[in-house]
Nanobody
Framework: QVQLVESGGGSVQAGESLRLACVAS??????MGWLRQAPGQDREGVAG????????YYHPSVKGRFTLSRDTAKNTLYLQMNSLKPEDTGIYYC???????????????????WGQGTQVTVSS
């Protein structure tokens, strides 16, 4: 069983930064990522990584602004979010899984385990 605990959300002004953290416990999963859900919208993948080879993927809307990083000693996945925009507002979920179906790491279908989510609010 894998448990994921997110932290780091908050309310910021447009242009500011936040760093989200996801502490994982349990077995190492093949893929990890961050997905978000804005009010009234479907959940969408923001960024994902294949943990063994380190390949990272980003949604086009965040590429160049968001960056993944990992601290393997702390079993923690980070999402550094710079130049935040109001459209980045939503609940951000950390997720992990074996991606046995080889879905894109930006698809929620790639993931089995989910954190509780952390709210990010960006005001203009």
């Amino acid at each position: 069983q894998v448990q994921l605990v997110e932290s780091g959300g908050g309310s910021v002004q447009a242009g500011e930064s936040l760093r989200l953290a996801c502490v994982a416990s349990g077995s190492t999963q093949r893929v990890m990522g961050w997905l978000r859900q804005a009010p009234g919208q479907d959940r969408e993948g923001v960024a994902g990584i294949y943990t063994s080879r380190g390949d990272e993927y980003y949604h086009p809307s965040v590429k160049g602004r968001f960056t993944l990083s990992r601290d393997t000693a702390k079993n923690t996945l980070y999402l550094q979010m710079n130049s935040l925009k109001p459209e980045d507002t939503g609940i951000y979920y950390c997720a992990a899984g074996d991606n046995a179906g080889t879905w894109s790491v930006l698809s929620e279908r790639a993931y089995t385990y989910w954190g509780q989510g952390t709210q990010v609010t960006v005001s203009s």
